[in-house]
């Protein structure tokens, strides 16, 4: 079975603090995806990457960035985190073209106090 | 540019009866289409997707899903709910770059006994 894994279920962090949100699958896919979701907004795209040191911005990419040195792990970063990026983080990979199948971690919840 | 709607934040249905979640798209290109659930402290799997193949689309746990293109629909239905269906569900659209996934609000799904 494909696994994606975000490395922490549950963060608390202060304001302005700086923070690692990574992400590690185990299925050699080339697309990896950042996604946050917030009740009512559903999900939306902060960052995808389709290749090792290859990103490309969302919908959403202010006040965060990412990191992709190795082709299974991919890191969202927020450089000074702030309250308003308190929500539910979640990481996805995909093989090949973006129509195949989206496989999810289990979320990553922040609060930023 | 795409997008998708789901009429509907909350469907409460009895064990038993029909499930409809209502799910209309925007597309300017042939779209391809998708529909995710995430049960409670997880996070999404694919429960069906529609690539311009037959426009009736079979998925896991009995759901399936019809595209009208006259009506820019994608509708989810299960003919008997179960309890174990009690989740989150959320349509998707690829982006028009075809890079990602655009996600619809989402839809909470209660069956009661």
């Known amino acids: 079975d494909v696994k994606v894994t975000q490395s922490s279920r549950y963060?608390?962090?202060?304001?302005?603090?700086?923070?690692f949100l990574e992400c590690v699958q185990d299925m050699d896919h080339e697309n990896m995806f950042w996604y946050r979701q917030d009740p009512g907004l559903g999900l939306r795209l902060i960052y995808?990457?389709?290749?090792?040191?290859?990103?490309e911005k969302g919908d959403i990419p202010e006040g965060y960035s990412v990191s992709r040195e190795k082709k299974e792990r991919f890191s969202l970063i927020l450089e000074s985190a702030?309250?308003?990026?308190?929500?539910?983080y979640l990481c996805a990979s995909s093989f090949g073209?973006?129509?195949?199948?989206?496989?999810?971690?289990?979320?990553?919840?922040l609060t930023v106090l | 540019a795409q997008s998708v709607t789901q009429?509907?934040?909350?469907?409460?249905v009895s064990?038993?009866?029909?499930?409809?979640?209502?799910?209309?798209?925007?597309?300017?290109?042939p779209p391809y289409l998708f529909w995710y659930?995430?049960?409670?402290?997880?996070?999404?799997q694919l429960l069906l997707k529609y690539t311009s193949a037959a426009t009736l689309v079979k998925g896991i746990n009995g759901f399936e899903a019809e595209f009208k293109k006259s009506e820019t629909s994608f509708h989810?239905?299960?003919?008997?709910?179960?309890?174990?269906?009690?989740?989150?569900?959320?349509?998707?659209?690829?982006?028009?770059?075809?890079?990602a996934l655009i996600f619809g609000k989402g839809t909470t799904l209660s069956v009661s006994s």
């Open chain 1, 82 to 88: 702030s309250t308003n990026q308190t929500s539910m």
């Open chain 1, 48 to 55: 995808f990457s389709y290749d090792v040191k290859m990103k």
């Open chain 2, 76 to 99: 989810l239905t299960k003919p008997s709910a179960h309890l174990s269906d009690a989740a989150e569900y959320f349509c998707a659209v690829i982006n028009q770059a075809g890079t």
């Open chain 2, 37 to 44: 659930v995430q049960y409670p402290n997880q996070g999404l």
């Open chain 2, 7 to 12: 009429l509907g934040s909350h469907v409460s």
């Open chain 1, 97 to 109: 073209g973006v129509t195949g199948e989206l496989f999810f971690g289990e979320g990553s919840r």
């Open chain 1, 11 to 19: 963060l608390v962090k202060r304001t302005g603090e700086k923070v």
């Open chain 2, 15 to 29: 064990e038993g009866a029909l499930v409809l979640l209502r799910c209309n798209y925007s597309s300017s290109v």
